[in-house]
Nanobody
Framework: QVPLVESGGGLVQAGGSLRLSCAAS????????MGWFRQAPGKERKFVAA????????YYANSVKGRFTISRDKAKNTVYLQMNSLKPEDTAVYYC????????????????WGQGTQVFVSS
């Protein structure tokens, strides 16, 4: 098991910023990729961003590119999602996920998930 705990969600006005955190524990993550996904009510879970733990290479969904930044702090075993210029359509529950051996856009390929944190962007 890889316990993942998200935090940092909340209510923000359009144009504002939030930073989500995902604290991981239980093992070393050199072979892992960490991803952020989001799920709006009644919709499927969608890829937002991913980062490879060892190299720090990053990947983004087109809808957030240029506004969101994923990063990781190896010393703290924590992954961050800095979200700027937020829009009402960014409203969703945001989930942190982990998988071994490379990143992926499909949620089905991730093995471990956090409990999610709600982000609500008002217009």
């Amino acid at each position: 098991q890889v316990p993942l705990v998200e935090s940092g969600g909340g209510l923000v006005q359009a144009g504002g910023s939030l930073r989500l955190s995902c604290a991981a524990s239980g093992r070393t993550f050199s072979s892992y990729a960490m991803g952020w996904f989001r799920q709006a009510p009644g919709k499927e879970r969608k890829f937002v961003a991913a980062i490879t733990w060892s190299s720090g290479s990053t990947y983004y969904a087109n809808s957030v590119k240029g506004r969101f930044t994923i990063s990781r702090d190896k010393a703290k075993n924590t992954v961050y999602l800095q979200m700027n210029s937020l829009k009402p359509e960014d409203t969703a529950v945001y989930y942190c996920a982990a998988k071994q051996w490379g990143w992926a856009r499909s949620a089905d390929e991730y093995d471990y998930w956090g409990q999610g944190t709600q982000v609500f962007v008002s217009s």
